[in-house]
């Protein structure tokens, strides 16, 4: 069983809709949780972070950590095509700069 | 653009050959990161350098080595290739040590064992 596991996808979206991303994880140690996303044939790049659990809102991006459950989440509203990406969960323990990623989730989002 | 240069972007070899990717932090950052993102597993942490010294270890097989010079530029070797090291190699690189907040990632070097 990998450490974080997230559904690849594709999620397919029309414009405008609520998007919800979601990792799950077996590590309780786990206290730092990041979404990245990813463009093809791009670098990943960080969108958001959150410390232990809690909810973090960033324009139309919010982040929700549930640790009792092991389960973390990212909400897109409003989607735009220009959201079409993969998203990448991510988490860490204390002092250790190494990230645990999980594989992805492939977004689509059409006009 | 992150600031953070990768190369070659793509590189194609044959299985038994050795292979050396190249990274440039962004300029000031004193920490590299190496990371493998392939389609079973995902992105999967290989090794970090902090200004020269190696400071964390990853998934990194023995056939596979890193440094990290005076420039702090790093380089990633690759040894005895089989065709499952077929893959996207990233380099990320942060300010300093703690780089969890701010880890930038390059463009990625595809490379394909045939």
Redesign the interface.
């Known amino acids: 069983q990998k450490e974080v596991e997230?559904d690849p996808g594709p999620l397919s979206v029309p414009e405008g809709a609520i998007v919800s991303l979601n990792c799950t994880y077996s590590n309780s140690a786990f206290q730092?949780f990041?979404w990245y996303r990813q463009y093809s044939?791009?670098?990943?790049?960080?969108l958001m972070?959150t410390y232990s659990s809690g909810n973090k809102e960033d324009g139309r991006f919010t982040a929700q950590v549930d640790k009792s459950s092991k389960y973390i989440s990212l909400f897109i509203r409003d989607s735009q095509p220009s959201d079409s990406a993969t998203y990448?969960c991510?988490m860490?323990g204390e002092n250790?700069?190494?990230?645990?990623?999980?594989?992805?989730t492939r977004l689509q989002v059409f006009p | 653009d992150s600031g953070v240069t990768q190369t070659p972007k793509h590189l194609i070899t044959a299985t038994g050959q050795r292979v050396t990717l190249r990274c440039s932090p962004r300029s000031g950052d004193l920490s590299v990161y190496w990371y493998q993102q392939s389609l079973d597993q995902g992105l999967q942490f290989l090794i970090q350098y902090y200004n020269g010294e190696e400071r964390a270890k990853g998934n990194i097989l023995e056939r596979f080595s890193a440094q990290q010079f005076p420039d702090l530029h790093s380089e990633l070797n690759l040894s005895s290739l089989e065709l499952g090291d077929s893959a996207l190699y990233f380099c990320a690189s942060s300010p300093n040590g703690g780089g969890l907040y701010e880890q930038y990632f390059g463009p990625g070097t595809r490379l394909t064992v045939t």
């Not at chain 1, 044939?41 to 960080?46: C, S, T």
């Not at chain 1, 990230?99 to 992805?104: R, W």
Request: hydrophobic share 30%.
């Open positions: 997230q730092y990041m044939r791009k670098g990943p790049e960080l972070y990448l991510a860490s250790t700069d190494k990230l645990i990623f999980g594989t992805g």
